[in-house]
């Protein structure tokens, strides 16, 4: 389960940005989940996100930093390995 997703110097996103699933504790939102952790503790986590913005604001550049994750994830370095490291699209 994704609760946190962070990412930096992808496309236009220089700087680090967060996408998070997990409520603030001082906002336990109506529409939060509980999710069992270890041992007796729980954490309250939205079941679903928008990402919202401006034209050109690069809600689609987050969108290819997940993609770019879930290939990390699927590919592993092991076969990124053959093709002399990962491949990245830095910020300019």
Known sequence: MLLRFRTANVRSLRDEQELT???AEDDPG???RPVGLAGDRSLAVLPLIGVF???ASGKSNVLAA???MRAAVINSYA????FDGTA???FP
């Open 66 to 68: 997940m993609t770019d």
């Open 53 to 55: 913005g401006a034209n």
């Open 79 to 82: 076969r990124w390995a053959a």
């Open 88 to 90: 990245r699209v830095p």
């Open 21 to 23: 699933f997990v409520v």
């Open 30 to 32: 109506t529409s939060a």
